[in-house]
């Protein structure tokens, strides 16, 4: 009887491995044939088109750093933040955008901006995490690197 035991178990372990070894080809596979050209690189499972200028370029590394682990990739999705592809719904142009992300709660408690107001009532009260070093020129060009992904 203990023999059938241990051949019992021993056949469940097999299967368990077997098991395991389907579940991590299944997880390996979409990285596999992920197709990577020079026009494209992978980034987590999306992916990204490059840009031939370097304000595209230094955009998508600046918005990396910056804004990814709020904002969706794809500019459209909600995730912790609002999708930043309709920016231009809540601020004007660049320069304005540079002074919420200097200071978010400074700006949205001084600034005459109704629709940003709404926006935080709908994200919970939640501010931007600030980022006061950036510059116009910075934000300009993560918002070309934002305007790329998302038209």
């Known amino acids: 009887m203990e023999k059938d035991y241990a051949l019992a178990s021993k056949l469940i372990a097999l299967w368990a491995s077997f098991a ?3 579940v991590l080809i299944l997880m390996i596979q979409p990285i596999i044939k992920t197709p ?3 026009n494209q690189i992978v980034c987590g499972n999306t992916l990204m088109p490059t840009f031939n ?4 370029k230094k955009g998508k590394i600046l918005f990396v750093e910056n804004c990814a682990q ?3 990739k794809n500019m459209k999705d909600r995730l912790t933040g609002p999708p930043l592809g309709d920016w231009r719904n809540y601020f004007s142009d660049e320069k304005e955008v540079t002074q919420f992300l200097n200071a978010p709660k400074k700006y949205r408690e001084t600034a005459k901006n109704k629709s940003l107001r709404k926006l935080h009532k709908e994200y919970g009260q939640t501010d931007c995490t600030p980022v006061p070093n950036l510059t116009l020129e910075e934000v300009t060009a993560i918002f070309t690197y934002v305007n790329n ?3």
């Open 36 to 38: 990577k050209s020079r």
């Open 20 to 22: 395991c070894l389907g």
């Open 70 to 72: 709020c904002h969706a």
């Open 53 to 56: 200028g370097e304000t595209g």
């Open 149 to 151: 992904r998302y038209h």
